[in-house]
């Protein structure tokens, strides 16, 4: 029997401002995504700024598949 190979959907954020981000706006961005079934799976610093970029993925399903394959519809996600 053959492995089903996953598909993944990725999301990616910048939190913070220039000079500065707080402990707090990061926990806050993972935890909802986290109730949202994302996984963050990398998190950086922006070059030169206190920004910092989270990459996430979760499993793509049939729903969000199908939606994407009808973008004139302008549903959200």
Do not use: C
């Amino acid at each position: 029997m053959a492995e089903e190979f996953k598909h993944w959907e990725y999301r990616v954020q910048t939190v913070g401002g220039v000079f500065s981000t707080k402990d707090e706006d990061i926990q806050a961005t993972l935890d909802e995504w986290g109730a949202e079934g994302w996984e963050a799976v990398n998190v950086y610093v922006i070059s030169g700024s206190a920004r910092v970029t989270i990459v996430a993925k979760r499993p793509l399903t049939d729903r969000v598949r199908r939606m994407r394959s009808m973008p004139q519809l302008g549903i959200d996600r």
